[in-house]
């Protein structure tokens, strides 16, 4: 990120903050205070602003309020951040990743969304709504994302499904004896492929998973790097080259 971005990106921050400020809380020293959240690629950032409402602390002031979140963008050269013209969005954000011109976020009931220029679309959900332990946005469009071994189970099984389907769609359109001259063994046996471990339902450990095209696709169990189990929190990066 240039200098000019990043000047940016803090000027932006404090201009959302000074307008949820301005919204009008009735006592800004009881109220939770805005919280921003920022994710970007080369080409794109994006923040979050995250506030409590406003019309549940009129009506109940000890009662827990709903978290609206708002969207902004900004692209190299822009004069400023836009705001997305859709309306504030409701739920506690759990995890966010920007990938390519999108920026993709997973709310506390599993809710899996993705937000662009256009709008928002509604993406397809981890198996049982899970929420990803992290994420990150791939070099092109798509996620990375670790996940618990009972749910990476159901991917697995759901990414065998579809190439189990594949292969046999390819087979019904292979020539027939009739069509074509009966081809050999070597020429039927399917090309050797590396396939990963098979998942056990009874799992404890973490596993990589990759969404791309409203899908999500299994990859890989994590090799543990230290002897703590469940670390208290994962972070994930990518590049064309490597996950970290």
């Given at each position: 990120?240039?200098?000019?971005?990043?000047?940016?990106?803090?000027?932006?921050?404090?201009?959302?903050?000074?307008?949820?400020?301005?919204?009008?809380?009735?006592?800004?020293?009881?109220?939770?205070?805005?919280?921003?959240?920022?994710?970007?690629?080369?080409?794109?950032?994006?923040?979050?602003?995250?506030?409590?409402?406003?019309?549940?602390?009129?009506?109940?002031?000890?009662?827990?309020?709903?978290?609206?979140?708002?969207?902004?963008?900004?692209?190299?050269?822009?004069?400023?951040?836009?705001?997305?013209?859709?309306?504030?969005?409701?739920?506690?954000?759990?995890?966010?990743?920007?990938?390519?011109?999108?920026?993709?976020?997973?709310?506390?009931?599993?809710?899996?969304?993705?937000?662009?220029?256009?709008?928002?679309?509604?993406?397809?959900?981890?198996?049982?709504?899970?929420?990803?332990?992290?994420?990150?946005?791939?070099?092109?469009?798509?996620?990375?994302?670790?996940?618990?071994?009972?749910?990476?189970?159901?991917?697995?099984?759901?990414?065998?499904?579809?190439?189990?389907?594949?292969?046999e769609a390819a087979q019904a359109t292979?020539?027939?004896?009739?069509?074509?001259?009966?081809?050999?063994?070597?020429?039927?046996?399917?090309?050797?492929?590396?396939?990963?471990?098979?998942?056990?339902?009874?799992?404890?450990?973490?596993?990589?998973?990759?969404?791309?095209?409203?899908?999500?696709?299994?990859?890989?169990?994590?090799?543990p790097v230290s002897?703590?189990?469940?670390?208290?929190?994962?972070?994930?990066?990518?590049?064309?080259?490597?996950?970290?």
């Open positions: 990120m240039n200098g000019l971005l990043a000047r940016r990106l803090y000027v932006a921050m404090g201009l959302l903050m000074t307008a949820a400020a301005a919204h009008g809380e009735p006592n800004a020293a009881e109220a939770p205070k805005p919280r921003i959240a920022v994710a970007g690629t080369e080409h794109i950032v994006w923040l979050i602003h995250s506030s409590p409402a406003e019309a549940a602390l009129k009506a109940d002031p000890a009662a827990e309020r709903p978290i609206l979140n708002r969207f902004a963008r900004q692209t190299p050269g822009g004069a400023e951040f836009k705001r997305l013209r859709i309306p504030p969005e409701v739920g506690r954000i759990q995890r966010w990743a920007a990938s390519g011109q999108q920026l993709h976020v997973f709310f506390e009931d599993g809710t899996h969304h993705s937000y662009s220029s256009g709008g928002r679309s509604v993406e397809l959900t981890l198996p049982g709504r899970a929420v990803p332990e992290a994420v990150t946005g791939r070099a092109q469009a798509g996620l990375y994302a670790i996940v618990h071994g009972t749910v990476a189970v159901q991917v697995q099984h759901a990414t065998q499904e579809r190439l189990r389907e594949a292969e292979q020539p027939t004896a009739d069509t074509a001259t009966q081809p050999t063994e070597a020429q039927t046996a399917p090309p050797p492929t590396e396939t990963a471990p098979t998942v056990d339902a009874e799992d404890t450990t973490f596993h990589l998973v990759t969404y791309t095209q409203a899908r999500w696709d299994y990859v890989t169990p994590i090799t002897s703590v189990s469940e670390p208290a929190r994962w972070w994930l990066c990518a590049s064309p080259e490597a996950v970290f």
